[in-house]
């Protein structure tokens, strides 16, 4: 018996993610009184592993895994489970791990619940709490079949140092027909993206056009962050659709969300309420985002952002 | 081509979210139902491969009569059937494999689902529904082209997009992008009349066990007042920002 947790990686690095979801993997192994086997693809040196409490690592190396593949990966995982004869099956809450989940469960008969925010309550039932409702609400889910299968929301657990053996071995595993192949992958790779970021810069309509952007990015890049927006921006065209939050665009779970002329709507609220800090620059005083944000500045975002970009920019010089 | 899209029935999204019988049922009180947002782009795209490609497209849900309403609002923007399938949606699995059998019974080629119903969540029926019928699967479905039994399409990751090249039969988990916000339908007077003759099946649901069982619900804290800086005075927020709140 173990806990398996699926590492994820970009560029063969680890990413933040895959420390988190070892933490966590470590919190439930502890309660079930059993170790943590980490499932690495493509990665040479995994000692990092070693860091978060992962006991025994399963190094997978195969020119067919390079780009990510849902069902090529569900069937690593899936022969990685029955090597190992694992109980409970962690990933992260990214595109490729929540593409992934449902094809494993299925090859599993295993429950799934994804968004969870906390380590189980309770082993015996298996209850977990997962954010619902576009985070308006938690609910708080048993897994009732043998092998059980988490998704943890971006975040929501954070690091937690314990040091380990992360003994490593190769795994070698057969791959099936993919039936998906990818043509090409577009994407910026010196940008910090949303799912990733600690820290999001987001503006709304209140920037008036997709030509006032520039103070936008400069003080996401003054803070290492990502940069999102509000839906009518990218309906408009101001901005890709990915950058697009809110109940029906992306979630953040950020620890600072800095909201640019943005108003606040509902909708827009529910992809942002798992994000710690909020913090709204917006003209309009009775702007409903100030009743969910923790600190405000009512003015100009001519005005402020690039007098913040500069006090910023001292201030980490000082650091 | 046959096509299906999976509508799931969920809350407004202005809907206040409130539980009753000791928080462990969803309060419906006053709650307006709406076709799930992602599958609003999916139907649309539908309807264009029904237009440009002759595409064939019913619309199922898994779910009580409540639903019908959904159903028919689906039928009035221009799908040619609709199923019910009278089951309790009691989780992404159980409603997987009732769509499951729909799928096997139907014979469709391409199934289009929605990435995540903005209730519960999940962003699992369209996956589970692939592994369970064999078909190819592509989340977070942002463009889609067939042709023929080939298929080409754009799933968007973190940070980027990625395009992908497979075949029918394909189910998708579809977003916003499959067409544009400004290109969504909305029910015309002769799309609601021709509505009420298409036929809309309700078939009983097969045997399907729930794999994960909704125990309660909890509202987040409430939120304290927000802390007001003056806007000739950032220094302070970046003083807040680095010793309060301690995320810089
Ligand atoms: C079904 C449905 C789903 C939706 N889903 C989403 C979603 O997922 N995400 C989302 O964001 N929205 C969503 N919406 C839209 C939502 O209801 C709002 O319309 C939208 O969030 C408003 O965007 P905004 O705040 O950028 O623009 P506005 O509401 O126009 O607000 C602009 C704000 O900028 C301020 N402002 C103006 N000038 C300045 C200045 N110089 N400096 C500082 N501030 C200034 C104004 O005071 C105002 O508060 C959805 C709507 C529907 C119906
Ligand atoms: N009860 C249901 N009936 C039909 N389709 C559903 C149902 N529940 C979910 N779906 C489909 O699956 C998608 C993802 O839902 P979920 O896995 O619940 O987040 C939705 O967008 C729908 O397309």
Redesign the interface.
């Known amino acids: 018996m173990s806990v398996l947790v699926y590492t994820e990686s970009e560029q063969n690095k680890f990413k933040k993610a895959a420390f988190e979801v070892a933490s966590y993997a470590k919190a439930v192994a502890d309660k079930l009184g059993t170790t943590v086997t980490a499932v690495a693809v493509n990665i040479e040196d995994t000692s990092e592993l070693g860091n978060y409490g992962v006991d025994k690592v399963l190094k997978v190396s195969n020119t067919n895994l390079e780009h990510f593949n849902s069902k090529g990966y569900a069937a690593v995982l899936k022969q990685a489970v029955k090597a190992e004869n694992a109980q409970v099956v962690i990933l992260s809450s990214s595109a490729d791990s929540k593409y992934l989940a449902p094809l494993l469960a299925v090859e599993l008969h295993a429950g799934y619940a994804s968004n969870v925010v906390e380590a189980p309550s309770s082993t015996s039932p298996f209850t977990v709490k997962r954010s619902a409702f576009t985070n308006k609400a938690f609910e708080v889910t048993e897994i009732k079949s043998d092998i059980k299968i988490i998704g943890v929301s971006n975040n929501a657990f954070g690091l937690v140092e314990n040091s380990s053996s992360a003994a490593a071995e190769d795994f070698s595993a057969s791959i099936p027909e993919l039936g998906v192949n990818v043509n090409s992958v577009d994407k910026a790779t010196d940008k910090v993206t949303i799912a990733d970021a600690e820290i999001v810069v987001s503006a709304g309509r209140g920037l008036k056009g997709p030509e006032n952007w520039g103070m936008v990015e400069e003080l996401a890049d003054v803070l290492g962050a990502a940069t999102a927006c509000s839906k009518p921006v990218s309906d408009l065209g101001w901005r890709p659709h990915g950058e697009h939050v809110g109940q029906t665009g992306k979630p953040v779970a950020s620890n600072l969300y800095i909201a640019i002329g943005i108003s606040g709507a509902i909708q827009h609220l529910a992809g942002i309420n798992a994000s710690k800090v909020k913090v709204v620059i917006n003209t309009d005083p009775e702007a409903p985002f100030f009743k969910a944000a923790d600190y405000g500045v009512v003015g100009d975002a001519f005005e402020v952002v690039p007098q913040l970009i500069e006090k910023l920019k001292a201030f980490k010089a000082q650091q | 081509m046959k096509i299906l899209v999976c509508i799931s029935h969920v ?1 407004d ?2 809907s206040k ?1 409130n ?1 009753t019988e000791g928080d462990t049922k969803f309060d419906t009180n006053g709650v307006q139902f709406v076709i799930n ?2 599958d609003e782009f999916g139907l649309t795209r539908a309807m264009w491969f029904k237009e440009k490609q002759g595409a064939n497209v019913t619309v199922v849900n898994v779910g009580g009569a409540e639903t019908e309403p959904t159903l028919r609002k689906a039928l009035a923007i221009g799908a040619d059937a609709a199923i019910r399938v009278n089951a309790i949606a009691e ?3 159980s409603v ?1 494999k009732q769509l499951a059998k729909v799928v096997e019974d139907g014979g469709y080629d391409l199934v289009i689902a929605g990435r995540e119903s ?11 529904l ?3 019928t064999g078909a ?5 479905c ?1 463009a889609l082209e067939i042709d023929g039994t080939s298929a ?1 399409a754009t ?13 029918l039969p394909l189910v998708i988990g579809g977003q ?2 499959l067409v ?3 290109e969504l339908r909305i029910p015309n007077m002769r799309g609601i009349m021709m509505a009420r003759k298409k036929p809309l099946n309700v078939v009983e649901p097969v045997a399907a066990d ?11 804290a409430p ?2 007042a ?6 000739d005075n ?2 302070e ?2 003083d ?3 010793k309060e ?1 301690k ?2």
């Open positions: 809350p999204t202005t979210i539980f947002p992602n989780d992404g699995f997987a903005i209730d519960y969540n999940g962003g699992m029926v369209p996956g589970m692939a592994g369970l190819n699967f592509v989340n977070n942002i080409t799933r968007e990751i973190d940070g980027g997009k990625e395009t992908v090249s497979t075949s916003k992008g544009e916000e400004s729930a794999a994960t069982n909704s125990v309660s619900f909890e509202k987040p939120k304290g927000v802390k007001l800086v003056a806007a950032l220094d927020l970046i807040l920002l680095h709140a995320v810089i």
